[in-house]
């Protein structure tokens, strides 16, 4: 049997997804890339799952990018032809950086401990990111001659502006989660031994709430981004017009009417 690498679990209408080589700090292989790929793809194909969260089993959150994974890391044989890594962007992490962007449900990422380079990435391309008092974020690109990716080099001039999404991105120093809150990188910070109750919390509270409707309001906030103010104004308006004909918006009025907790369904 292969090695559990994402270890999967659910608790209720949360799909739970582990990284789970703590040994390595969670630095992602390629085997343990398309592990979490599988278990993306399955969580977003179950009708009764409506929120996804992601920690990291040990003390890191993930190292990014195991620098030692033989499908990536430089030959150090002398005269070995050089890998194009940009096959292993392409082959990994864009198809995982779009997911996370694309779930039906909302995605929580629990920062459990140290989150660098793609690592870091993959947790801030989530909808709410939590960490630890302990958790720290680091752009480690830089360090090793590359440049962010898995959406870094978009998601943080939009997090943070670009001064500070500069300073991160070359200096590749290690950030805080007390700081990375404070420069609105992250959601919040909780203590270390709340964290995962606090994100299980947050994430079955999104599961109760409409998933279609909150799905839709990443996409619109992402999308009005590059949109001039009137396109914006339209598309809100637009996406108001599909989401009025659902379920879930005549429940969520009966429920307001009736004085009763509503029970939403669509995604
Ligand atoms: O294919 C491509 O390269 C393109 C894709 C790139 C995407 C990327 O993510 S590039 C960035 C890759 N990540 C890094 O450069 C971070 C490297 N790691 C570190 O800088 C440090 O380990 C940390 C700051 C994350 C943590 O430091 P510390 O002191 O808490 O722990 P440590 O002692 O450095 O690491 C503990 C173990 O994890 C150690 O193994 P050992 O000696 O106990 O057997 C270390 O080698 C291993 N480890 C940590 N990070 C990685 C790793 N092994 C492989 N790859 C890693 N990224």
Redesign the pocket.
Known sequence: MSEQLIQIEQHGAVRLLRLNRP???N??TAAMLGQLRQALEAAAADGATRAVLITGAG??FS???????PH?APSREPGAAPKD?GQ??DHY?IPLALRLRSMPVPVVAAVNG?A????ANMALGCDLVLASEGASF?Q??S??G?VP??GGTWLLPRLVGRAKALELALLGD?LKAVDAERIGLIARVVPDAELLDTAMALAQKLAAMPTRALAETRRALDDALKLEFEPALKREAALQSQLGFAYDYQEGVAAFMDKRQPEFQDR
């Open positions: 040994e390595a700090l630095a992602l003390r890191a190292a990014g990018q195991d620098l030692a994974d990536v890594i292993i962007l992490y140290v660098a380079g793609a690592g680091i480690a690109f360090k090793i590359l990716d898995c290690r």
